[in-house]
């Protein structure tokens, strides 16, 4: 069968922080290869899949050796004569292969790196793009982007306690033209940063690195960028925050912003967004509370999930298991897929699908580490997940896959469709009529 495993291989190769990282390389019986790279995380939740670091003194312990060498021995050996074309039962021999839960003993980002790298040689094995692949036949839209302006919290420094400040633009025709409506409110940003002396640098996602008094005058700043790009906030360009709470509990239900010296309470972390929501042009919010807080994430939900979209991220971990528990509690709207926060693709699409039957958004993710790979904006397209998250408008691991939307859209033709407001739960997106 042209679809039959010859080879899987594995390097380190380096991502975005200059951190080792895993690559594989799966070849076919036909000769169509296919290739992935696993990202990583800075703002992890504790129930991801295991990411397999060497520890030890080189490179600060994140070596990937022996994810690497898992690859090279036993993963390759086990999945010789697998056959590409069913994920599934690829995806399943690499679960029983690791034997663990959450992928800790062969390392999810070695099981991500092969099972994306052997997607990748499936497409390549049809001559198809990825979404082409994925989509097999079926009417998928463009993937709404969500773009980081300011990055804070654990990309930052913690220079803010919101890790980021993004935008979108859902009243777009297409994701060219909300991705020149970002250049224009991502520049006005810089610009007003460096007048008033508050640009400190770029983020790890390559948002701008604001010195700010509190996480209101980023909101404030965020606001003026957009009027001063010559959009209209709130009617074409929203903000969105990924307030990544996790990364802001200390402990007993309690969460500290640490540059306005407050620790709130659950409730008062609620009530604080909700405040911003009010009184800001926020159309979604991903993690305000932290991962195990479901029921602070049904607060936040039961106070504005109506309007806003409401993202679970460490709280969901991209597992279908925890995105039906979060629904029959009444928390959330929508899940972050990051495939290798699930470490298998299988496992995403699970996320993904259970997400789709609820009635839920789903946004594709990047993560903070991230290299050349543009997976990602296959993935978003071809699933039709509705929406994209890859970090800011910068730095050339982040603008790859922005640039390849654009080649997929380019390619789709006259038949593509921005996703727009469409991408979100009903209720979220009447709100945008
Ligand atoms: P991470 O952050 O990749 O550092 O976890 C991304 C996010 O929180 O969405
Ligand atoms: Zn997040």
């Not at 009010?278 to 807080?293: A, C, F, N, T």
Request: hydrophobic share 45%.
């Amino acid at each position: 069968m042209k679809t039959t495993i010859t080879a899987v291989r594995a390097r380190q190769v380096w991502d975005s922080r200059g951190r080792p990282t895993v690559e594989a390389e799966v070849a076919l019986a036909g000769g169509a290869t296919g290739r992935a790279c696993a990202p990583a995380g800075a703002s992890r939740g504790a129930h991801e899949a295991h990411e397999l670091r060497d520890g030890g003194a080189r490179f600060g312990g994140l070596g990937v050796d022996r994810a690497v060498a898992g690859v090279n021995g036993e993963i390759a050996a086990a999945l010789a004569g697998a056959d590409a074309a069913d994920q599934a039962a690829l995806d399943a021999r690499l679960e029983a292969l690791d034997g663990t839960p959450n992928l800790g003993r062969l390392g999810g980002n070695a099981t991500v790196a092969v099972s994306l790298a052997a997607l990748h040689a499936a497409a390549a094995a049809e001559g198809l793009p990825l979404w082409a692949h994925l989509a097999q036949g079926r009417k998928v839209r463009v993937p709404l982007p969500e773009i980081q302006i300011f990055g804070g919290g654990a990309h930052a420094g913690r220079r803010t306690d919101v890790q980021d400040f993004m935008v979108m633009v859902p009243k777009a025709d297409s994701v060219r033209e909300a991705l020149e409506v970002t250049a224009d409110v991502f520049h006005a940003a810089g610009r007003l940063m460096a007048e008033t002396g508050r640009l400190a640098g770029a983020a790890d996602e390559g948002g701008w690195w604001p010195a700010f008094d509190s996480n209101e005058d980023a909101l404030q700043a965020l606001t003026q960028s957009i009027e001063r790009s010559g959009h209209r906030p709130g009617e074409d360009v929203f903000i969105s925050l990924d307030i990544a709470a996790n990364e802001l509990d200390v402990g007993g239900g309690r969460y500290r912003l640490g540059l306005e010296t407050r620790e709130l309470s659950t409730a008062e972390m609620v009530e604080q967004v909700a405040d911003w929501v009010r009184r800001y042009p926020i159309l979604s919010i991903e993690d305000p509370v932290s991962q195990d807080d479901l029921d602070g994430f049904g607060q936040a939900t039961r106070a504005y999930g109506d309007r806003v979209q409401l993202i679970g991220d460490d709280i969901l971990v991209t597992s279908a298991e925890r995105v039906r528990r979060a629904a029959a509690a009444g928390a959330g709207n929508a899940v972050l897929v990051k495939v290798n926060q699930a470490g298998l693709v299988s496992r995403a699409k699970a996320a993904l699908d259970a997400a789709r039957a609820l009635g839920w958004g789903a946004i594709v993710s990047a993560r903070s580490g991230e290299t050349e790979d543009v997976s990602i904006a296959h993935l978003a397209t071809g699933w039709d997940a509705g929406q994209i998250k890859v970090g800011s408008f910068a730095r050339s691991e982040r603008m790859a896959k922005w640039n390849e939307l654009l080649r997929i859209e380019e390619a789709m033709g006259a038949d593509a469709v921005f996703a727009g407001p469409s991408a979100f739960a009903p209720s979220v997106a009447a709100g945008l009529a």
